[in-house]
């Protein structure tokens, strides 16, 4: 943070900046108590999630500070999106290694609130505090699915088909453009960073870095028709591994089927080790789903008439382990991350 | 932390040290998924709290691991034993400079069992990652109150009557006697460190300084007979405060009837400056409540039934403030700590 005028005291910065958040929210209390209360819907669960941002890991000292607001939300609620659960409150422990500035309060704030009205939920409570080390956003999410139907990670099945939405590597060109800019980038690829259309055009991508978008719009088709279903935060291969690991399953995957941006598939097709951003690199936030085959045509109807695009990238199969192939068939490995490519 | 075998990475800590914590809760999902579910008991509301706390700020590198782990979950179920909730799990989010010592999670994550245990509750989720700074440990709790009763901070009213579970200033004797020793103390009281009795005997004090006692057990006089509650986590002039701030009302509050152990009554008596101990320093987790007048001997009553004292110690009034009289009736004012006079 620059220098400027900094808020001193946990009251002032909940009092100005924090409780017009909880307003609405009845259990929140002001965000005056110690606790706050949420009262479910008959028949539902409650489903909890905690995923804590730091500066210098998760996001950094010179991101627009709304964008860090909406993001630190936004990474919580995916993972309420993948389970089919509807977003209804959450908490906010931060820390501070130094009085926060007024002013980066108030754009993280505005963040916060945009992030919040768009999934439909509220602040209802937290902590402030003072403490040696990075800022930190700790965040603990809410929300509520019918009893018994939260969408497991672990239920996938050898033939289920595997789904991911919208596109991947998106973030990490995002994350690359925001180191080196665009005009450093695009050329490399062919690409004229000034061009307003695809496939030049990059501003989605450091949209996808910044503000993710949770796929809550996918509720209906997961709850009605997926087997198994995770967000994808450290990558596709990362990621599917787990599920494939918690499911007592194997995966293989065609490259060639995986969605990307038109920027992302230029610079992929340029530079083919950047498959490893599409395949393997972090903080898309897509929803990755497993279908049973009988569900699938049903998947992907519910999925295009709530706006969601969803891909067929590849199956569920015995044994262990992904495997990626490429278009002659051919296996391929991925180191863990890709976006230090770009 | 000094040297030691090391774990490395999220997966063996979670499977190693947490799992065995999530065992016999089935929305836990044996922590192999991103999320957990709650099932709420019908007609009930799940009442959430958290509360970070930091090594260097809220414990000690060479504090036991084990009272690390009692205390974090300890000083969170604290807040729901003043609302009347039931504990029912909790996440937690584990920060590391470093890749932990193996013989410090074990004892960390023992001391954490043997606290859920006596709470009735089961790890449910969380993370852990490595980022620099002090070890933090961020744990978020879940409780129940039939709908709509959970007791609230800001409902007081003139002429309740102010209630304090236990003894006050236990804690505060407690990191005095972590800091410089019985030996180097209890002298300066006429004391003697090696008498196994009151008032020589201070080892209840240690032990609420590392391992305090939420008051579950004051859940059915609370949920029954109080207005409004808090627990005691910063002092009782600054919580009371709060809790009159918050209500619209005042309250004045006679020194004498502060309930305190032998060990700290005489300190108190010895060096009167620390009567500040008992009236303004933190961490002692007892609770605080406004009881109606005629409810008082209802109160009493289920308390004493269940085995937490509780004493009342002065009343809220009109206007606003706090105001502590001494056995002349005159008005005494406090430093905003305590301990450090130890």
Same mark, same amino acid.
């Given at each position: &943070?620059?220098?400027?005028?900094?808020?001193?005291?946990?009251?002032?910065?909940?009092?100005?900046?924090?409780?017009?958040?909880?307003?609405?929210?009845?259990?929140?209390?002001?965000?005056?108590?110690? =606790?706050?209360?949420?009262?479910?819907?008959?028949?539902?669960?409650?489903?909890? !999630?905690?995923?804590?941002?730091?500066?210098?890991?998760?996001?950094?000292?010179?991101? *627009?500070?709304?964008?860090?607001?909406? !993001?630190?939300?936004?990474?919580?609620?995916?993972?309420?999106?993948?389970?089919?659960?509807?977003?209804?409150?959450?908490?906010?422990?931060?820390?501070?290694?130094?009085?926060?500035?007024?002013?980066?309060?108030?754009?993280?704030?505005?963040?916060?609130?945009?992030?919040?009205?768009?999934?439909?939920?509220?602040?209802?409570?937290?902590?402030?505090?003072?403490?040696?080390?990075?800022?930190?956003?700790?965040?603990?999410?809410?929300?509520?699915?019918?009893?018994?139907?939260?969408?497991?990670?672990?239920?996938?099945?050898? #033939?289920?088909?595997?789904?991911?939405? #919208?596109?991947?590597?998106?973030?990490?060109?995002?994350?690359?453009?925001?180191?080196?800019?665009?005009?450093?980038?695009?050329?490399?690829?062919?690409?004229?960073?000034?061009?307003?259309?695809?496939?030049?055009?990059?501003?989605?991508?450091?949209?996808?870095?910044?503000?993710?978008? *949770?796929?809550?719009?996918?509720?209906?088709?997961?709850?009605?028709?997926?087997?198994?279903? &995770?967000?994808?935060?450290?990558?596709?291969?990362?990621?599917?591994?787990?599920?494939?690991?918690?499911?007592? =399953?194997?995966?293989?995957?065609?490259?060639?089927?995986?969605? &990307?941006?038109?920027?992302?598939?230029?610079?992929?097709?340029?530079?083919?080790?950047?498959?490893?951003?599409?395949?393997?690199?972090?903080?898309?936030?897509?929803?990755?789903?497993?279908?049973?085959?009988?569900?699938?045509?049903?998947?992907?109807?519910?999925?295009?008439?709530?706006?969601?695009?969803?891909?067929?990238?590849?199956? =569920?199969?015995?044994?262990? #382990?992904?495997?990626?192939?490429?278009?002659?068939?051919?296996?391929?490995?991925?180191?863990?991350?890709?976006?230090?490519?770009?």
């Amino acid at each position: &943070m620059t220098a400027g005028k900094r808020i001193h005291g946990e009251e002032a910065i909940i009092q100005q900046f924090l409780a017009p958040l909880a307003a609405g929210y009845a259990g929140a209390y002001a965000l005056k108590d110690d =606790c706050a209360a949420i009262t479910p819907t008959p028949g539902h669960d409650v489903i909890v !999630k905690t995923d804590p941002v730091a500066e210098g890991v998760h996001f950094h000292a010179d991101d *627009p500070p709304e964008d860090i607001g909406w !993001k630190a939300l936004a990474v919580n609620v995916s993972d309420l999106a993948a389970k089919a659960a509807r977003p209804v409150a959450y908490l906010m422990a931060l820390s501070f290694p130094e009085a926060p500035e007024a002013d980066w309060m108030r754009r993280f704030a505005d963040g916060l609130g945009d992030a919040q009205r768009a999934f439909g939920m509220h602040l209802i409570g937290g902590d402030t505090d003072r403490r040696p080390g990075p800022v930190s956003i700790t965040i603990t999410v809410f929300g509520e699915v019918p009893s018994g139907r939260m969408v497991q990670r672990a239920a996938a099945k050898p #033939g289920d088909r595997l789904y991911v939405s #919208g596109a991947l590597g998106s973030a990490a060109l995002g994350l690359a453009l925001r180191r080196n800019g665009a005009a450093a980038l695009l050329p490399r690829w062919g690409l004229d960073p000034r061009a307003p259309t695809a496939p030049g055009d990059w501003h989605a991508a450091l949209d996808a870095y910044l503000r993710p978008k *949770p796929r809550l719009a996918l509720r209906t088709a997961l709850a009605t028709h997926a087997r198994a279903a &995770m967000d994808l935060s450290d990558g596709l291969a990362k990621d599917l591994g787990r599920m494939c690991k918690a499911s007592g =399953c194997g995966a293989t995957v065609d490259l060639a089927r995986l969605p &990307m941006l038109p920027v992302v598939a230029r610079a992929v097709a340029a530079e083919p080790a950047l498959w490893q951003a599409a395949a393997a690199s972090g903080d898309d936030y897509e929803v990755l789903a497993a279908i049973p085959p009988s569900e699938s045509a049903g998947f992907e109807a519910a999925a295009h008439r709530d706006g969601v695009p969803v891909t067929h990238i590849g199956d =569920c199969r015995d044994g262990a #382990g992904v495997e990626f192939r490429d278009a002659s068939g051919a296996t391929v490995t991925f180191a863990s991350t890709g976006w230090d490519h770009f």
